[in-house]
C-alpha cells in the first residue's frame, strides 16, 4: 500500500478523477474481485466506487479494515455472535470525510488497524480453532476469521492498491523512482 501511494502530493490525493461513463474500474466483476465476495456489513469494493479521490480510497480502507477487525474480535471472544449490517451510507460518508483528514493522519490510522489485525492473529493462534471462530452475520452467513483475513483484509487493500495504482495513471501521477508494489 505505502508504495502504491508514495510520492502522490496532498493536493493529488484529495483530487477526484474527471467522471467516466464506461470507467471499468468502478464496474464490478465478481471473478476479479475477492474483496466484493461479500457486500453486507463488511464493506464494499473499491472496484465499485466511482470517482473517489485517493484519500477517500483510504478513509474506506481504514473504515473497513476496523470493522473488519471488530468482526475478528467479535469472532475470537464470541464464536458464532450475530452481527448486524452496517448502513452503506455510514460508510459512504466516512470514506468522504478522507478528503478532509490530513494524509499522515489516514496512513497512521491503518498502520494501527494492521498492527491491531495482527494481534488478533496471533490471539487467534493461540486459541484452538481461532481461524475457523466466527461470526454470524444476516445477509452472508457464517464469516470465519480465516475468511476475513484473507478476503477482506489481504484481498480487499490488494484491490485497493490496484484502484490507486489505476488512479495514478489516470491522473498521470508518476510513481516514484524504485518504488514496487
Partial sequence: MLAAIAGVSEEQFKRRPPAAKDDQMTQRSSSDDPAAASEGAWGSSPLSIPNWSIAELLSHLLYSERLWGTGIALALTQDGVKVQAGALEAREED???????????????????????????????????????????????????????????????????????????????????GATP
Fill in 95 to 177: 470514506a468522504r470525510r478522507g478528503r478532509m483528514a490530513p494524509v499522515p493522519q489516514l496512513v497512521h490510522g491503518l498502520l494501527a488497524s494492521r498492527r491491531q489485525i495482527e494481534l488478533l492473529l496471533d490471539q487467534a493462534e493461540a486459541l484452538e480453532g481461532g481461524l475457523q471462530r466466527y461470526v454470524l452475520h444476516p445477509d452472508d452467513g457464517r464469516l470465519t476469521v480465516e475468511w476475513l483475513v484473507r478476503a477482506k483484509v489481504i484481498a480487499g487493500e490488494a484491490e485497493y492498491v490496484k484502484r490507486i495504482e489505476a488512479l495514478r495513471d489516470e491522473m498521470g501521477i508518476a510513481a516514484p523512482a
